[in-house]
């Protein structure tokens, strides 16, 4: 098997919602001319996949989850035609392109639910899901507590309830229906014919769970591996990213164990318990996590990220951990979302701390997976907690140190920028970073290069080596006789450690970052590392492919 095919094995995704990106016509909301002019910079990072936040045409109440048109470019983003041109000047620079798919509902706006509720005899009366009279556990199950009251609402035109998972305005699409399913192929066949490589789909264990009054609980499985088959049969090279925040155990299921499901899942036991380890310098329920999430197919791959366009969520770890992540990074209640997460940015939860931005953007790198980092992280951008729910974490990108932040050359805009305080675009910004070769917009470019240097961390059989301390956390990556290691200390101290090394040239490790190498008669080495401290080394030469 050709496995260096699999370009998402060692891509460098980067998430972007076009509203927030950047103005390219002037009227105060981002759109694809705009994020077609900033492609430039992309490249320059080192970026080689966009992941693009919906832009269909909708009410746009959530962000663009509730999609009213799976055909169409939203006018306010441009038209369909600027979307290829984006798509093929991306494609120009190295950049694929791939696009979420939110199959689990659609807006109530959408003609299907429009149609559907006008009559029981409507076409689209069943790709949606009903009951004559409220359910049972209708306040059960809903996902955005706080915000959402009930699963289940009520139309007069329709004179029934309807069920939605999401928001009311969010009706949940009947997925078991053939002729939905059919519809979801015709959509990514109509996006891959017009060049993206795949798709992140949104919601993943709600489209296959059984949804209706009274229904046991239980997923559709085939329906991903029918997905697949559409997906790989059309464009070979596109992959399936789903966002499944599900316990190990049903891993496999989501992958496929032939390899037949989904390509890529977001590692969320990793992610959590990622903050768990930042939040406490104690790695060892990191390394658990990990081990959990070991067993996947050898094409799968995990996506590894630390913020996304959602409210951190901490649902997985156990009430005390919890309690302990919340009270380190997001100490006062307007930082939490509904009773679970943490609505911050990275840096400000980092406390702007470079040393553990560092740390926490090397180990994102070098854990097992693909990285997928969010826009502006790179400059490390800030919230604003004014902003109602997880708008706080979605302000414009802050270009320069310019009105609106250079985002936009118009009056108003749709949305804030941040202007005040340490995270205000006068202080943080990519235009002063790209000058400044100690900005953290530098360090990125350069850890991002080196990452691709290092094809071991996103390839190879990977080992935890035993350090001896919870708060140092040593992996090695092995592939073709190369091998890599990463090392980090979590904690705010000084450590000392040692490691052995589990490879025949063991006794030279080449720091890929710093001076420091690690020069030893054995392959066991002391190891001194300053508080919050990663090493990236390679064993036995400076230069890999020997
Ligand atoms: C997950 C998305 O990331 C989130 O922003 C959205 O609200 C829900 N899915 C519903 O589509
Ligand atoms: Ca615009």
């Known amino acids: 098997m050709v496995l260096n095919d699999l370009w998402y094995k060692n891509a460098v995704i980067y998430c972007i919602d076009v509203a927030t990106f950047f103005d390219g016509n002037g009227d105060g909301i981002g759109d694809f001319k705009g994020l077609a002019a900033r492609l430039d910079y992309l490249a320059g990072m080192g970026i080689t996949c966009i992941w693009l936040l919906p832009f269909y045409p909708s009410p746009r109440r959530d962000d663009g989850y509730d999609v009213a048109d799976y055909y169409g470019v939203d006018p306010r983003f441009g038209t369909l035609g600027e979307f290829v041109e984006f798509v093929s000047q991306a494609r120009q620079r190295g950049i694929r ?24 005899r409507s076409p689209h ?26 699963t289940w609402t009520f139309d007069k035109q329709a004179g029934e309830w309807y069920f939605h998972r999401f928001f009311d305005f969010q009706p ?19 996006w891959l014919e017009l060049g993206v490589s795949g ?56 992958f496929g164990d032939r390899d037949d499901r989904m390509h890529m899942l977001f590692n969320f036991q990793v992610n959590q318990h990622l903050f768990y380890a930042l939040a406490t310098a104690d790695g060892s329920t990191l390394s658990q996590a990990l081990e959990r999430t070991r067993t996947r197919p050898e094409t799968a791959q995990w996506a590894n990220f630390l913020r996304n ?122 235009a002063g970073q790209r000058r400044d070769p100690e900005s953290l917009l530098n360090w990125m470019e350069r850890i991002i290069r080196m990452y691709k240097e290092c094809p071991e961390f996103s390839w190879g059989d990977w080992k935890q080596l035993d350090t001896g301390i919870d708060s140092v956390l040593a992996l090695q990556y092995s592939q073709d ?30 720091n890929l970052l710093s001076n420091d190498h690690s020069i030893s008669r054995s392959t066991r080495h002391a190891l001194r590392l300053e508080p919050h401290a990663y090493r990236w080394f390679r064993v036995g030469s400076e230069v890999s492919g020997r």
Request: net charge neutral; hydrophobic share 40%.
């Open 97 to 120: 392109v791939i696009v979420d798919l939110v199959m689990n509902h659609t807006s109530d706006q959408h003609p299907w639910f429009l149609d559907a509720r006008r009559s029981k």
């Open 125 to 150: 009366r069943d790709w949606y899901v009903w009951s004559p009279e409220k359910p049972k556990d209708a306040e059960k199950g809903v996902v955005f507590p706080g915000v959402q009251k009930t």
């Open 172 to 190: 949940d699409l009947n997925t078991e229906n053939p002729a939905v399913q059919a519809e979801f192929r015709r959509v990514m066949g109509f």
């Open 199 to 254: 798709f992140r789909v949104d919601a993943l264990p709600f489209v296959i769970s059984n949804k209706g009054a009274g229904r046991p609980p239980g997923q559709r499985w085939q329906m991903l591996r029918d997905m697949r088959l559409f997906l790989q049969w059309h464009t070979a090279d596109a992959i399936l990213l789903a966002e499944a925040n599900v316990l190990p155990e049903e891993d496999l299921e989501y």
């Open 309 to 430: 366009n959602d409210e951190l969520d901490l649902g997985r770890l156990v009430a005390e951990q919890r309690e302990k992540v919340l009270s380190a990074f997001a100490p006062e209640d307007t930082m939490r979302l509904y009773g679970r997460g943490i609505r911050r940015r990275l840096a400000p939860m980092m406390g702007a701390d470079r040393r553990r931005m560092e740390l926490a953007y090397s180990l994102m790198f070098t854990l097992p997976g693909t990285p997928v980092l969010r826009y502006g992280d790179e400059i490390g951008m800030g919230d604003d907690l004014k902003l109602p729910d997880r708008d706080c974490g979605r302000t414009p990108m802050q270009w320069a140190a310019e009105e609106h932040a250079g985002f936009s050359g118009s009056k108003t805009i749709f949305r804030p920028v941040i202007r005040e305080g340490p995270f205000g675009y006068p202080k943080v910004n990519m």
């Open 481 to 510: 006789g190369g091998a890599v290691l990463a090392v980090h200390n979590l904690s705010e101290s000084p450590v000392r450690t040692s490691i052995e090394v589990d490879h025949p040239s063991g006794q030279r490790l080449f």
